[in-house]
Each structure stands twice: as C-alpha cells, then as structure tokens.
C-alpha cells in the first residue's frame, strides 16, 4: 500500500509561484510512474503532468506547458509540481498519483493510489 500527502497548496496571485510536494511512504516509489492531476469545481479531473519512474520521461498537458514543472526525487521518495506565471485557470484541487513501472501517462486508470490533494487558487 502506498499513502500519498500533498503540502504547499494556496492562495497566489496570477503570475505567481508555487512549488508543490507528494511525499509517499509505505513503499519505495522508485519504480513507479507518477503524476499530477486536478480537478477544478464542476469540471472532470485532468491530468496536468507525469513522470516516469526515472525521471528521464515526461508529459505535461498543453494548458500547462511552459509554465509547469515536473520532477521527482526517488531518494527522498518525493514529487514535485513547479506553478509558475499562474492563471486564474489554474485554481482547483491538485492530486498526485503513482502508479506501475513504466512511461509517464494522462490516463487516471493507469494510477493506482491517489493523495487526498492541495487546493491552490490562484486570484485575477
């Protein structure tokens, strides 16, 4: 079993920053792919960006490219989301998953354990 924690949501102002961390304990997730999703109110959840087991692969959704960042740190057992220029867009409950070995993915069913997410809300 693996529990997933999210920390370093919040209120930002748009064109701001925030970093957010998953830090995961139970199992090693050194082999597992992983990823960031989100779900803003009334709308379906979204992949916003995933990393390989790696680190040498990833995905972002095109919303997100450029302004994003993913990166993990399997000694720590770690994830990370790097926000910046921030959008009003971007306001929602952001999720980190992991899932089996393999390449990064949008898909939500190739995730099996999900954190219990970090609101961030971002004001125009």
């Known amino acids: 079993q693996v529990q997933l924690v999210e920390s370093g949501g919040g209120l930002v102002q748009a064109g701001g920053s925030l970093r957010l961390s998953c830090a995961a304990s139970g199992r090693t997730l050194r082999s597992y792919r992983m990823g960031w999703f989100r779900q803003a109110p009334g709308k379906e959840r979204e992949s916003v960006a995933a990393?390989?087991?790696?680190?040498?692969?990833?995905y972002y959704a095109d919303s997100v490219k450029g302004r994003f960042t993913i990166s993990r740190d399997n000694a720590k057992n770690t994830l990370y989301l790097q926000m910046n220029s921030l959008k009003p867009e971007d306001t929602a409950v952001y999720y980190c998953a992991a899932g089996a070995i393999g390449g990064p993915t949008a898909r939500i069913r190739d995730y099996d354990w999900w954190g219990q997410g970090t609101q961030v809300t971002v004001s125009s």
């Open positions: 990393i390989s087991w790696s680190g040498g692969s990833t």
